[in-house]
């Protein structure tokens, strides 16, 4: 078979992959109340035109939310503008990857590297969020994008239009713009970025800040806000993230899924088949796990180290984007809950180390692929299956896995249309479902974000001086950040005063789900 043809059958496997992710979590990806309803509500208020960050708290730069509004001010702001908008970045997404993984060790390779997209991050269901069609944040997703575009155009030797795609990068996320200087900076010890190419990298970040904070002056505010950096639900919620709250587990799972590939490495380079292959299935099915991936939250700084020693330009540049993309889950990288786009990178080095470095056998490492992503396809299909109870709005339907939410939401969108309406402590999602703006520059009241009292302070301010006619307070699990709930263990000052400012107007209580409807008082 040539090349060319196995190149289009590989390629149309991967297509067949996608469609069955796709197929099987058809109208599944939304979760109607925690995150992604952020990048729907603020696109559509920046065309009405409202200001990011004086009108609208947000806590990442603004490149994101400016293209989403260039972008569905053309298409619309539908549910289906949206998936399209995720389908288009994850294909290129996946092309990227192709990219990457055919130039560096061939076809296969290519074939790995977006596979491991396709099957395990395009679709996840890991958690909310965490898939590449309604994500926890497109800043996240499309900053990814840029970020695989500016590492495809290093391995084509396109230093400075891999700055260009790394500088567009640094404006969708903060870690970002701290995986880019880390990457350039690997690159430039590497010698395979110019000093030109850094320096106009430097220019144009500090040119394009000071108009920023010129143009957004309260840009500090919302993207540095303390509450958000140094307070104490921030600091647990992220020590969640990256592993270290489970450090010990992690380590060791790490080490024991390191160990397993480098004895399927050396079995299948100095063993008989027919001994290797037995034990080699053992192992996989250890590996066919996210185990797998924590181990090259390790293994990456070995192939940095093994690149420069070796004079491996290849093995340097995957391993400088892996890591720089990476160090926010350093113990925890796998295609899960934050990982699941951070991972991305990771997954080009992969492939390049299994079929390109290692050179061994690759059948019985295209086997241990197909288990990982198998079992990851299964474990959708059975999570999406459960969302079977559909959430009817103007902008589109989709599905959910709890049926008295749908029954609560629906009843909800079906009494609620337009007009002004705040969600706590989160839920902006239903502003978007229900086209009703929030008069309110926070939308989000978890505790990471408002427990403070000096937040508080100013979120009861803004309540006097803009009131909502609408407040809707929402079942929202917030254990995750070591609070019990909502007016129970924090923002009591902000409870009691929508209680003395706000009387009830519907309330819905069902086993799996609560809601109540408040509606101001006029004043006297």
Not at 73 to 98: D, N, R
Request: with cysteine; charged share 15%; aromatic share 14%.
């Amino acid at each position: 078979m040539s090349s060319r043809t196995a190149s289009i059958a590989l390629i149309s496997l991967l297509v067949a992959i996608a469609a069955l992710a796709f197929i099987q979590s058809y109208q599944g990806w939304l979760d109607p109340i925690i995150d992604t309803g952020r990048d729907l509500y603020i696109p559509e208020q920046i065309d009405h035109g409202a200001k990011l960050y004086r009108d609208i708290r947000y806590q990442y730069p603004p490149l994101a939310p400016y293209l989403l509004a260039a972008v569905t001010a053309v298409i619309g702001h539908s549910l289906g503008s949206y998936t399209a908008i995720g389908l288009v970045q994850s294909l290129v997404i996946a092309a990227t990857l192709w990219a990457v993984g055919r130039r560096t060790a061939g076809p296969i390779a290519g074939f790995v590297a977006a596979l491991f997209f396709v099957a395990l991050s395009f679709c996840g269901a890991s958690t909310w969020g965490a898939n590449f069609l309604f994500p926890y944040s497109y800043a996240a997703t499309i900053g990814m994008a840029l970020m695989m575009a500016a590492l495809t155009l290093c391995i084509f030797e396109r230093p400075a239009w891999a700055a260009v795609a790394l500088f567009a990068a640094s404006w969708c996320k903060v870690e970002y713009a701290i995986a880019a200087v880390i990457i350039l900076a690997i690159l430039a010890v590497a010698r395979r970025m110019t000093v030109r190419a850094i320096a106009a990298f430097v220019v144009a970040e500090a040119i394009t800040i000071g108009v920023a904070l010129v143009y957004f002056p309260q840009l500090r505010e919302n993207v540095f806000a303390e509450a958000l950096t140094r307070g104490e639900s921030a600091r647990q919620f992220f020590r969640n993230v990256s592993g270290l709250a489970l450090w010990q587990y992690n380590v060791v799972t790490g080490v024991l899924a390191i160990a397993g590939i480098v004895l399927t490495a050396w079995l299948l380079r100095s063993v008989r088949p027919q001994i290797a292959i037995p034990v080699v299935i053992v192992v996989s099915l250890f590996l066919a796990s996210h185990a797998f991936f924590r181990a090259w939250g390790f293994l990456q700084f070995v192939a940095l180290a093994q690149g420069f020693r070796a004079r491996n330009a290849t093995l340097v540049t995957l391993s400088a984007f892996s890591i720089a993309s990476t160090f926010r889950v350093i113990l925890n990288v796998s295609p899960a809950w934050y990982g699941f786009v951070l991972i991305v990178p990771t997954y080009a080095l992969i492939a390049y180390v299994l079929f390109g470095y290692l050179r061994g056998n690759t059948v019985w490492w295209v086997v241990l692929v197909a288990l990982l992503c198998g079992r990851d396809l299964a474990e959708q299909r059975l999570r999406y299956a459960v969302k079977a109870y559909p959430i009817v709005s103007a902008r589109g339907t989709f599905f959910d896995a709890n049926p008295d939410r749908a029954r609560v939401l629906n009843d909800f969108l079906q009494h609620v249309h337009g007009g002004t309406l705040a969600v706590v402590p989160e839920g902006v999602t239903l502003n978007y479902l229900a086209e009703a703006r929030t008069t309110l520059t926070f939308h989000t009241f978890t505790p990471v974000e408002t427990a403070a009292p000096e937040i508080e302070d100013s979120i009861i301010r803004e309540f006097r001086r803009s009131p909502p006619w609408r407040v809707a307070i929402v079942d929202r699990d917030v254990t995750e950040y070591g609070y019990r709930g909502f007016g129970v263990d924090y923002d009591l000052r902000l409870w009691r005063y929508l209680a003395d400012n706000y009387r009830l107007e519907q309330k819905w209580v069902l086993p799996r789900f609560r809601m109540i409807l408040l509606t101001r008082v006029p004043a006297l």
